[in-house]
């Protein structure tokens, strides 16, 4: 039987971003084939990216980063953060203790081994939801655990009794059950639900299932489950994220994840993947607010060192991003024609790329954005000059997008400036906070601005926009090293933006062998340009 579900969700689903607004969702519509009654309505999301995905390796976080991730998390809408394996170390003791004092929406969960010690661990750090685990392959019994199956099954067990018997929720998993034998698999299933388990967890530890063979699996296993089944899943064969859905599609009702997929080795089933998976090919909801998917991704990408892949889908710098002049103009008619759903659904921006494949509506659309008009003939002129640059091998970024325009167009860059930097200064350093002074002339009248910021950057942008225009934004900023050592040059481009307008937008390129003294150039190269606007805005 295939249940023909309907594909709308209601206004206050889409306003508080819980659901999909099928104006800007493009998938096939062969999934409904897919559609069977054994699927939930709604699934629940356990992130584990301050656990597993901590486990990346060259990932370490602090305390204060992971209570940063954990609230980023909890506003997400995530329903289970597991904050970490307490019993592994002070500091991780110490981060699962702080984030179950935050009082979050989301449940905050530890991890324990199938031990009464490790159990009166995770309740030392005050939460209320254990997730246990032992292994139960015959490998992992030969040559880790040196035990056997019923000495395997009687730890797990006694486990689960005593969390229960102090009144928490638990959630038990079969390590490497993809590699356990069917029959003691379904035997330890029935035995943790006899103990009194509130849900159980199904985890292709290794990542070496097939999806048809997981969907078997599940159905196998769901003839003995009858709490709630949860999958996790790893990625050493790319299958993470499919074999999740394939497993949500059989009757699980609960999926392990890591924000952009981290995990050890080749990371877990990266949750922005299965949340936007599971809603746009078969309408389960989930708690998730989606238009936030792509602020946590940088948040976790920056703060645990890890860059997202440019060809990440849903949240890597390509997702949304068009060069080839036909995909362009048909992007730019409707977004339908190469795009799978709006790239705001989840909080990220379409781009236009200039290079090898550009066309004249792409160009046109770039210089649109710095309120840039040209001719069609110097268009096309434009057009060649990026396409030969790129052939030689050189990447033309906007701000050379730009200048290649005022070429054209009979224009030299930075003729005629109305904004020139005078003076600059910034005091940084252990225990002080970045303060930056600034003296700009600005059409002929001198000005003097200070402000403070994050870092000496930040502070030094604050300060060019206190004396020019506060509602000046800084929409991207981009550094990247020439050359190498310690005296390395370096590039840096600046985008600003003015008024929260989209066609108010302006770029600023600079290069030399102090950072900061670098990124303030390229910052007044931006609002430079970008002052005519102010000007009549203001």
């Given at each position: 039987m295939?249940?023909?579900r309907?594909?709308?969700?209601?206004?206050?689903?889409?306003?508080?971003?819980?659901?999909?607004?099928?104006k800007?969702?493009?998938?096939s519509?062969?999934n409904?084939?897919?559609?069977?009654?054994?699927?939930?309505?709604?699934?629940?999301?356990?992130?584990?990216?301050?656990?597993?995905g901590?486990?990346?390796?060259g990932?370490?976080?602090?305390?204060?980063e992971?209570?940063?991730?954990?609230?980023?998390?909890?506003?997400?809408?995530?329903?289970?953060?597991e904050?970490?394996?307490p019993?592994?170390?002070?500091?991780?003791?110490?981060?699962?203790?702080?984030?179950?004092?935050?009082?979050?929406?989301?449940r905050v969960?530890?991890?324990?081994?199938?031990?009464?010690?490790?159990?009166?661990?995770?309740?030392?750090?005050?939460?209320?939801y254990?997730?246990?685990?032992?292994?139960?392959?015959?490998?992992?019994l030969?040559?880790?655990?040196?035990m056997?199956?019923?000495?395997?099954k009687a730890?797990?067990?006694?486990?689960?009794?005593?969390a229960?018997s102090?009144?928490?929720?638990?959630?038990?998993?079969?390590?490497?059950?993809?590699r356990?034998?069917?029959?003691?698999?379904k035997?330890?299933h029935?035995?943790?639900?006899?103990?009194?388990?509130?849900?159980?967890?199904?985890?292709?530890?290794?990542?070496?299932?097939?999806?048809?063979?997981m969907?078997r699996?599940?159905?196998?296993?769901?003839?003995v489950?009858?709490?709630?089944?949860?999958?996790?899943?790893?990625?050493?064969?790319?299958?993470?994220?499919?074999?999740?859905?394939?497993?949500?599609?059989?009757?699980?009702?609960?999926v392990?994840?890591?924000?952009?997929?981290?995990?050890?080795?080749?990371?877990?089933a990266?949750?922005?993947?299965?949340?936007?998976?599971?809603?746009?090919?078969?309408?389960?909801?989930?708690?998730?607010?989606?238009?936030?998917?792509?602020?946590?991704?940088?948040?976790?990408?920056?703060?645990?060192?890890?860059?997202?892949?440019?060809?990440?889908?849903?949240?890597?710098?390509?997702?949304?991003?068009?060069?080839?002049?036909i995909?362009?103009?048909?992007?730019?008619?409707?977004?339908?024609?190469?795009?799978?759903f709006?790239?705001?659904?989840?909080?990220?921006r379409?781009?236009?790329?200039?290079?090898?494949?550009?066309?004249?509506?792409?160009?046109?659309?770039?210089?649109?954005?710095?309120?840039?008009?040209?001719?069609?003939?110097?268009?096309?002129?434009?057009?060649?000059?990026?396409?030969?640059?790129?052939?030689?091998?050189k990447?033309?970024?906007?701000?050379?997008?730009?200048?290649?325009?005022?070429?054209?167009?009979?224009?030299?860059?930075g003729?005629?400036?109305?904004?020139?930097?005078?003076e600059?200064?910034?005091?940084?350093?252990?225990?002080?906070?970045?303060?930056?002074?600034?003296?700009?002339?600005?059409?002929?009248?001198?000005?003097?601005?200070?402000?403070?910021?994050?870092?000496?950057?930040?502070a030094?942008?604050?300060a060019?926009?206190?004396?020019?225009?506060?509602?000046?934004?800084?929409?991207?900023?981009?550094?990247?090293?020439?050359?190498?050592?310690?005296?390395?040059?370096c590039?840096?481009?600046?985008?600003?933006?003015?008024?929260?307008?989209?066609?108010?937008?302006?770029?600023?390129?600079?290069?030399?062998?102090?950072?900061?003294?670098?990124?303030?150039?390229?910052?007044?190269?931006?609002?430079?340009?970008?002052?005519?606007?102010?000007?009549?805005?203001?």
């Amino acid at each position: 039987m295939t249940v023909r579900r309907t594909i709308e969700e209601s206004t206050s689903d889409r306003e508080k971003g819980r659901g999909l607004d099928r104006k800007r969702v493009y998938t096939s519509e062969f999934n409904s084939w897919a559609l069977a009654d054994t699927m939930p309505r709604s699934v629940e999301i356990f992130d584990t990216t301050l656990r597993d995905g901590e486990q990346t390796p060259g990932v370490a976080l602090s305390v204060d980063e992971k209570i940063r991730i954990a609230e980023a998390l909890n506003d997400l809408g995530v329903d289970v953060i597991e904050a970490g394996f307490p019993m592994i170390s002070v500091g991780e003791n110490e981060s699962v203790k702080k984030i179950a004092a935050l009082g979050l929406q989301s449940r905050v969960c530890a991890l324990s081994r199938s031990s009464r010690k490790d159990v009166d661990v995770v309740l030392d750090c005050g939460v209320d939801y254990v997730h246990t685990f032992i292994a139960t392959s015959d490998a992992h019994l030969k040559y880790k655990l040196k035990m056997t199956r019923d000495e395997v099954k009687a730890k797990a067990v006694d486990a689960i009794e005593y969390a229960k018997s102090h009144g928490l929720t638990v959630e038990f998993s079969c390590e490497d059950a993809t590699r356990t034998g069917l029959d003691f698999l379904k035997e330890m299933h029935i035995a943790v639900q006899q103990a009194g388990v509130d849900k159980i967890n199904l985890p292709d530890t290794v990542g070496v299932t097939s999806t048809p063979a997981m969907e078997r699996l599940v159905d196998e296993i769901m003839s003995v489950t009858k709490v709630p089944l949860s999958v996790h899943c790893h990625d050493d064969f790319g299958l993470a994220v499919a074999n999740s859905l394939a497993a949500v599609r059989r009757g699980a009702r609960q999926v392990h994840v890591c924000v952009n997929g981290l995990g050890e080795r080749a990371g877990n089933a990266a949750l922005e993947e299965v949340v936007l998976g599971m809603m746009a090919f078969y309408n389960i909801q989930t708690n998730v607010d989606i238009r936030k998917i792509g602020y946590v991704s940088k948040t976790v990408s920056n703060l645990t060192g890890m860059p997202v892949p440019g060809n990440k889908a849903i949240v890597g710098s390509n997702a949304f991003a068009h060069e080839s002049g036909i995909h362009v103009h048909g992007v730019l008619e409707d977004p339908s024609t190469y795009e799978a759903f709006g790239p705001e659904l989840v909080g990220m921006r379409r781009e236009i790329v200039v290079g090898k494949h550009t066309g004249a509506h792409s160009v046109k659309e770039k210089l649109g954005e710095y309120g840039v008009t040209l001719s069609e003939e110097q268009i096309g002129r434009v057009v060649q000059e990026v396409k030969r640059l790129a052939e030689s091998g050189k990447r033309v970024d906007d701000a050379e997008l730009v200048a290649l325009a005022y070429h054209a167009a009979g224009q030299r860059a930075g003729e005629a400036r109305k904004v020139r930097l005078k003076e600059f200064a910034v005091f940084t350093g252990l225990n002080i906070t970045p303060t930056a002074v600034v003296a700009l002339d600005i059409d002929g009248q001198y000005k003097r601005g200070s402000e403070i910021g994050i870092g000496p950057v930040d502070a030094a942008i604050n300060a060019i926009r206190s004396v020019v225009s506060h509602k000046i934004t800084l929409v991207e900023y981009r550094l990247s090293a020439i050359t190498g050592g310690s005296d390395a040059l370096c590039e840096v481009s600046v985008k600003l933006q003015h008024n929260g307008e989209k066609k108010a937008v302006s770029v600023g390129k600079s290069v030399g062998s102090d950072i900061v003294q670098t990124s303030v150039d390229a910052a007044v190269e931006a609002i430079d340009r970008l002052y005519s606007r102010i000007t009549k805005d203001e």
